[in-house]
C-alpha cells in the first residue's frame, strides 16, 4: 500500500505538474446575490428530489450542524478532506457561484475561483447529471437560508495537498462526457442507468478504485470501500449470497431491510433514507438497471441456500471445545449477540448479510462497537453498540466468520480493530 502509495504521489506530480499550466481554468465573475423569488416554485421541488438522490446533505453537514453549512471531514486515504458550505452565504458559502460555477463545480470538479476541487466530492459522477437537473439543484440550494460557516481547512498530506495537481487526475481519469442513454433499452432502464452512474453516485462507495482513488471504470459496481465499510458489489457483480429478486431490492432499497438480506447499515443508511423520498418509480427504475445487469434468480436455489443459512444459525453441536479463539468467540457470541442473532429471532440469518461475506471485517466491526441506527423505514431494525475489549472483538470475529460463511478467515484483525475504533 505504501509503494502504491509513493507510486501515485510520483506519478500525481509528473502528471499534474504537465498539465495543471496547461489547464488553468478561470475564476468566474461573482454573481449577483439572487432573489428568492427568482427560482421557480416547481423547479425547487425538482432540486430537493435530486438533492436527495445526490445525498448532498449527508457530507454537508457535519454532525449536529445546520444542514448544507459543511464541516463533515471525510477521511481518504491521503488524509482528511472536509465538505465545504454550500448554502447561499455569499462569504462563506457558493451564495455568490452563478448557475454557471455551480455546473461548472458538478461537471469538472473546480470552483467559482477556478481552483480544483478533490474528489471526495463525487463530481467524477455528477458530471453526468443533465443540464436541466442542475438546474434543479442549482434552484434548490439558493433558496435554502445561508449559513455562515467558514470552511474547515483540509488536512492532507503533500503532494496530495496541492491542488493544481488534480489536473493531471482529471486528464488521467475525469470523464466528464454526458450520460448516454441506449435507445436499445427502456426508458425506465435508462432513467435507472442515468440515476445510479449520475446523481445516486452508488460507483463512488460501490465500485473498487485505483491507487490514486479513481474508480475504476472497468469494474463498474464491482464492490468497494466505504469509510471503513466494505460495499458488496452490484448488477453483474452482485454478491449478496441470495440473488436479488425485484421485491428484495425494493425493499432493501426503500426500507433499508429484506428478510433475505438483512439490513442497510452504516453508509448505505443515509442512502436508503434519501431513496425512501423519491417518487417510486426513480426506485423502481434503478432496480430495473441494476437487475438487468444480473442473471435472474432461481427461487429453487434461492430456498436452499435460505434452509442453509438458518441452519448455520442453529449450529447445535458445532460449539467449539477448548480455549482457543473459535471457543472464546463462542463464548462471547452466546453471552452477548445470541439472544437476537439464533434461530427464530427477528434478525435475518447472518450468513445472508453483507458484514458476515464482506472480504474483510469493517462492516461487523463497526456494526458491534457502534451498533445499527437502521433506516427510518426499518425502525424496528436497531442494534445496541457493545463494549467489547479487542481480544473478544477478535475472537468473536473469527469465531462468526467462521460459524456463518465457508469464506477465507479474515486477516490482520488487530489493525482492523484500531482503524475501526479510530473512525468513530
Ligand atoms: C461523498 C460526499 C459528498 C457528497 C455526496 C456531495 N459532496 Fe459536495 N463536496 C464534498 C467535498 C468533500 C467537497 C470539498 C472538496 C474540496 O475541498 O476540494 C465538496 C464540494 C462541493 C462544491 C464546491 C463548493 C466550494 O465551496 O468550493 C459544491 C458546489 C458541491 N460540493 C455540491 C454538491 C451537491 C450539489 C451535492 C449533491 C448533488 C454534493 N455536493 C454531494 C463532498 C460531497
Ligand atoms: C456512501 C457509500 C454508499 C453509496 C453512495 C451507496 N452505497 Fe449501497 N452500500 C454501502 C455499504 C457500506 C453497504 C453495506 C451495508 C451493510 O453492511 O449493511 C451497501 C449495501 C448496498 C446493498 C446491499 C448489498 C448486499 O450484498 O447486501 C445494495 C443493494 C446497495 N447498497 C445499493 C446501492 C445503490 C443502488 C446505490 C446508489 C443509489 C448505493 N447503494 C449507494 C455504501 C454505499
Ligand atoms: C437486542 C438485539 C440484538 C443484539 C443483542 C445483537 N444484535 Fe446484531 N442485529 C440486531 C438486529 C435487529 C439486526 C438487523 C436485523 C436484520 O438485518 O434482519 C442486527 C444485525 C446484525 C448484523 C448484520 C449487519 C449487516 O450489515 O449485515 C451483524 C453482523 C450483527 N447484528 C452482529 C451482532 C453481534 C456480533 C452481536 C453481539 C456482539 C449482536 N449483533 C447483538 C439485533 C441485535
Not at 36 to 58: I, Q, S
Not at 100 to 122: C, Q, S, T, V
Not at 191 to 207: I, M, N, T
Amino acid at each position: 500500500m505504501r509503494i502504491f502509495i509513493a507510486f501515485a504521489a510520483a506519478l500525481t506530480v509528473v502528471a499534474g505538474g504537465l498539465f495543471a499550466y496547461a489547464h488553468r481554468h478561470p475564476e468566474l465573475a461573482p454573481a449577483p446575490a439572487l432573489p428568492r423569488a427568482n427560482f421557480a416554485p416547481d423547479l425547487v421541488a425538482k432540486g430537493e428530489k435530486l438533492a436527495g438522490l445526490g445525498a448532498c446533505v449527508t457530507c454537508h453537514t457535519r454532525p449536529g450542524g445546520a444542514p448544507y453549512a459543511g464541516g463533515l471531514k471525510l477521511p481518504t486515504p491521503f488524509g482528511a478532506i472536509y465538505a465545504t458550505n454550500i448554502t447561499p452565504h455569499v462569504d462563506t458559502g457558493i451564495g455568490a457561484w452563478s448557475e454557471n460555477a455551480f455546473k461548472r463545480a458538478m461537471r469538472e470538479g473546480i470552483d467559482r475561483r477556478g481552483r480544483h476541487l478533490y474528489p471526495a466530492f463525487p463530481y467524477d459522477h455528477f458530471a453526468k447529471t443533465t443540464d436541466e437537473d442542475l438546474r434543479a439543484i442549482y434552484a434548490y440550494l439558493m433558496t435554502r437560508k445561508p449559513v455562515e460557516q467558514a470552511p474547515t481547512p483540509n488536512e492532507l498530506r503533500f503532494p496530495f495537498n496541492i491542488r493544481p495537481l488534480l489536473a493531471g487526475w482529471n486528464l488521467l481519469f475525469h470523464d466528464p462526457s454526458p450520460f448516454r442513454p441506449d435507445p436499445t433499452r427502456s426508458a425506465a432502464w435508462n432513467e435507472g442507468a442515468y440515476y445510479v452512474q449520475a446523481l445516486g453516485h452508488c460507483g463512488a462507495c460501490h465500485s473498487p478504485r485505483n491507487a490514486f482513488g479513481a474508480v475504476k471504470t472497468d469494474a463498474h459496481l464491482a464492490g468497494g470501500e466505504a469509510e471503513g465499510w466494505h460495499s458488496p458489489g452490484l448488477g453483474a457483480h452482485a454478491a449478496a449470497p441470495v440473488p436479488w429478486t425485484k421485491d428484495s431490492l425494493l425493499n432493501y432499497l426503500i426500507d433499508g431491510w429484506d428478510g433475505r438480506h438483512g439490513v442497510a447499515a452504516g453508509p448505505m443508511t443515509a442512502v436508503v433514507d434519501h431513496l425512501a423520498g423519491q417518487p417510486e418509480s426513480v426506485v423502481e427504475a434503478i432496480v430495473e438497471y441494476l437487475l438487468s445487469l444480473q442473471p435472474p434468480a432461481d427461487p429453487k436455489k434461492t430456498d436452499d441456500i435460505v434452509r442453509a443459512a438458518r441452519a448455520r444459525e442453529y449450529a447445535a453441536g458445532a460449539t467449539p471445545v477448548g480455549d482457543g479463539p473459535m471457543a472464546r468467540g463462542e463464548a462471547v457470541f452466546a453471552r452477548a449477540c445470541a439472544n437476537c442473532h439464533r434461530q427464530g429471532g427477528s434478525a435475518t440469518p447472518l450468513a445472508l448479510g453483507a458484514a458476515m461475506n464482506a472480504p474483510h471485517a469493517g462492516n461487523l466491526l463497526h456494526v458491534v462497537l457502534e451498533g445499527i441506527k437502521p433506516p427510518k423505514g426499518s425502525p424496528e431494525k436497531s442494534m445496541p453498540r457493545f463494549a467489547l475489549p479487542d481480544d473478544q472483538l477478535a475472537d468473536l470475529a473469527t469465531y462468526m466468520r467462521t460459524r456463518f460463511t465457508d469464506k477465507p478467515a479474515w486477516e490482520s484483525l488487530p489493525e482492523q480493530i484500531r482503524a475501526a475504533r479510530s473512525a468513530k
